[in-house]
T-cell receptor
Framework: GAVVSQHPSRVICKSGTSVKIECRSL??????MFWYRQFPKKSLMLMAT?????????EQGVEKDKFLINHASLTLSTLTVTSAHPEDSSFYIC???????????????FGPGTRLTVT | GENVEQHPSTLSVQEGDSAVIKCTYS??????FPWYKQELGKRPQLIID?????GEKKDQRIAVTLNKTAKHFSLHITETQPEDSAVYFC????????????FGQGTELSVKP
């Protein structure tokens, strides 16, 4: 199956700085990627849909100026947390949808996640 | 938009017993319902899925049922084993917007040996 990587796996930054997280689809060209945020022992909250060649689509309540998404190519999407604050500390995971197969299966492959800690 | 509710939030069973996790969804246009398993510190992994034109699907010890009229679907794990211990998430998708998934809150399953 497709492999999705994320970099970095862990990052610690100071309040007020910006952090960029990369999501790469290693063997599948993805016109769409998804970004999720996950708090400890909580669900995956969809933040936005990253669209190659157009602006990202943000879910309600997610600040687009805070969480900048750039779908740089068919294999790379980046999430930049701008002016980070401690409340932005979380686990950020991207996923790449494979589209629907003839059997109706639509698997999304998730990246390994990035643990962000803002001090 | 879509809203997915999942219950229970925690579930503890004895090894060999069955476990059932239930989800409801709000958007009648949803037509694809996957279940993911996430072990601590790892990425979610798809374990089974079902489309809206099917009422039940089984894969060895795992089965999923769907009641489209009532807008609920369930995960059934039989003969549970300690390695089944993990957090399980249900999700729903309309297939639109790139196939985005809306997840339930998750169920932490603990299988005691």
């Amino acid at each position: 199956g497709a492999v999705v990587s994320q970099h970095p796996s862990r990052v610690i930054c100071k309040s007020g700085t910006s952090v960029k997280i990369e999501c790469r689809s290693l063997d599948f060209q993805a016109t769409t990627m998804f970004w999720y945020r996950q708090f400890p022992k909580k669900s995956l909250m969809l933040m936005a849909t990253s669209n190659e060649g157009s602006k990202a689509t943000y879910e309600q309540g997610v600040e687009k100026d805070k969480f900048l998404i750039n779908h740089a190519s068919l294999t790379l999407s980046t999430l930049t947390v701008t002016s980070a604050h401690p409340e932005d500390s979380s686990f950020y995971i991207c996923s790449v949808p494979m589209g629907f197969t003839s059997s109706g299966r639509s698997e999304q492959y998730f990246g390994p996640g990035t643990r962000l800690t803002v001090t | 938009g879509e809203n997915v509710e999942q219950h229970p939030s925690t579930l503890s069973v004895q090894e060999g017993d069955s476990a059932v996790i239930k989800c409801t969804y709000s958007d009648s246009a949803s037509n694809y319902f996957p279940w993911y398993k996430q072990e601590l510190g790892k990425r979610p992994q798809l374990i089974i899925d079902i489309r809206s034109n099917v009422g039940e699907k089984k894969d060895q010890r795992i089965a999923v049922t769907l009641n489209k009229t009532a807008k609920h679907f369930s995960l059934h794990i039989t003969e549970t084993q300690p390695e089944d211990s993990a957090v399980y998430f249900c999700a729903a998708s309309t297939g639109n917007q790139g196939g985005k998934l809306i997840f339930g809150q998750g169920t932490e399953l603990s299988v005691k040996p």
